[in-house]
């Protein structure tokens, strides 16, 4: 908003800054590339420790398959010991099997310059993942529809910072159980040229995922390239049921990337102390990624620990802990010496509002994935009450917060015009530097910008109406979905998807189940 006419002599430049600032623009930063140290909190003795205590879990108490014979028969023909479905793996098996994984690779978007290279020393950025609930500053917290999912998608597309358009952005209640799979996956091929991820929740839907692939990049390209990243959870403790295997069966078999993670929360699913959680995490892990190479030597895959503690209170899990870093920090530790890419952290927080404490547990959740080398970012932006809602505002505030975090792992430069010595020169004792030739030449580059936050004076803060940030988020919602323009796509893939969906939609009753 412009400001009043009696201040534009004295602030107009800065309204006319303003708004080149908060003009629409679909430019997508690439993926964070860190020039700073990793943070580690582990000995080189404790890893030690936790790696020989995951091999006794392995070996002695094993891990249970469930509903699943053939990955029972793959375990016996690889060197296990099966009985019933509990598999207990020989002490090297599972390491031996995971050396095949790849240190890295690219995932491929439909626009090649977005296209995204998960490992090493990058980190990936994807938004919020699953909740069955939305909520704005206008209609609050309600069940998510297809409509609010294709909102979330075209946010995800207009925001600079996000790298990957993810997955299950909300979980949309109005279309049934069986097909919603469909109408998700056909809006982030169709609103957003980013990468995504499929479908996990049946075996089937992992299958229409690659198919509809197929379609988008064609089926060679598919066979030869990784198109989808994909989230596989284990039932931690040590469990692997039928539904999420099978998911990632059909993914591993057709070379598509699969994080498989361990779904941690401290005192319930977990041991109470970082040391014993780091042991489950790494046993669960090298299990699930064992196994997937079991399916296809070379299939690309992620290490994951999605960890949380628990108010031993109210049983309530609790966010942005000095414990959950611990045990962040230590796993993406443990990723690099098993020489995987690691997925971890996000915008997590347990509020119900996108408020202070939101903020707090949020900020500390992002710095610490940041810092602990994860490469692939889930839940970046928009999660709200501890994973059950997706907010609108806190998108855009977290989306907005996310470019902190690309300036962070820059590290500072040492070079010539970095070292200003010509500025000190310049301005001597007594001066300043607004108005010198460094500052003049670097002044657009040298700071990042937010689009959200408010610096404004008090007095045109108040004379625009007071407004405290979640109600500038609306408005940047607002804004940017007004604005929102699809991107192209080739008239004949485009047809062939709507058909595809529309025909796998018809040939099978509805389900809710």
Not at 225 to 231: D, F, I, K, R
Request: proline share 5%; with cysteine; glycine share 10%.
């Amino acid at each position: 908003m412009a400001e009043p006419a009696r201040r534009r002599g004295r602030g107009g430049g800065g309204a006319a800054r303003r708004a080149e600032r908060t003009a629409i623009s679909i430019e997508t930063a690439k993926y964070i590339e860190r020039n700073i140290p990793n943070f580690e909190v582990l000995t080189e003795e404790a890893l030690d420790i936790i790696e020989a205590n995951a091999e006794t879990v392995l070996e002695e108490i094993g891990v249970n398959f469930v509903d699943n014979p053939a990955a029972l028969e793959r375990w016996r023909e690889a060197g296990a010991d099966v009985q019933g479905e509990r598999v207990r793996l020989p002490k090297g098996l599972a390491r031996k099997l995971c050396a095949t994984a790849p240190s890295q690779y690219t995932q491929h978007a439909r626009n090649p310059e977005k296209s995204v290279v998960v490992g090493g020393r990058n980190l990936v950025l994807a938004p919020v993942y699953g909740p069955p609930f939305v909520r704005d500053i206008e209609g609050g917290r309600r069940y998510a529809t297809m409509e609010d999912f294709r909102k979330f998608v075209k946010l995800g597309y207009m925001s600079k910072w996000l790298h990957h358009s993810g997955g299950t952005v909300c979980e949309p209640t109005d279309v049934a159980v069986n097909k919603r799979h469909l109408d998700m996956l056909h809006a982030h091929m169709t609103l957003s040229d980013k990468p995504f991820m499929g479908s996990v929740t049946a075996p089937e839907r992992a299958q229409d995922s690659v198919e509809m692939c197929e379609i988008l990049f064609g089926k060679d390209f598919v066979q030869e390239n990784t198109v989808m990243t994909s989230l596989i959870n284990i039932n931690s403790p040590m469990q692997f049921d039928d539904v999420m295997m099978g998911a990632l069966e059909v993914y591993a078999k057709n070379n598509q990337a699969a994080i498989i993670s361990p779904f941690i929360v401290g005192g319930a699913m977990a041991p109470v102390s970082v040391a014993g959680t780091l042991t489950q995490v790494l046993a669960e892990v090298l299990a699930g990624i064992a196994y997937s190479q079991l399916i296809r030597p070379g299939a690309p895959v992620i290490m994951g620990a999605f960890v949380t503690s628990i108010d031993m209170g109210s049983g309530a899990p609790t966010f942005g802990t000095p414990e959950a870093a611990h045990i962040t920090y230590g796993a993406g530790q443990l990723a690099r010496r098993l020489g995987l890419p690691y997925r971890s952290a996000g915008s997590f927080c347990g509020s119900k509002l996108p408020d202070a404490q939101a903020a707090y547990e949020t900020s500390n959740s992002l710095n610490m994935g940041l810092l602990a080398g994860v490469n692939f970012m889930l839940h970046s932006c928009g999660w709200l009450e501890g994973g059950l809602v997706s907010s609108f505002e806190k998108f855009v505030m977290d989306a907005d917060q996310l470019g902190t975090l690309h300036g962070l792992a820059k590290g500072v430069s040492v070079d010539e015009n970095a070292q200003a010595m010509d500025a000190i020169r310049e301005v001597g004792p007594g001066g300043h530097y607004l108005g010198c030739a460094h500052t003049q030449a670097n002044f657009k580059d040298a700071f990042w910008k937010t689009d959200l936050l408010d610096y404004k004076p008090f007095e045109t803060w108040s004379e625009e109406g007071s407004k405290d940030t979640v109600a500038l988020a609306s408005e940047r919602v607002k804004f940017l979905l007004d604005n929102y323009k699809q991107p192209s796509m080739d008239p004949g893939i485009a047809e062939a998807l709507a058909g595809y969906v529309a025909n796998k939609k018809a040939s099978m009753p509805d389900s809710f189940t």
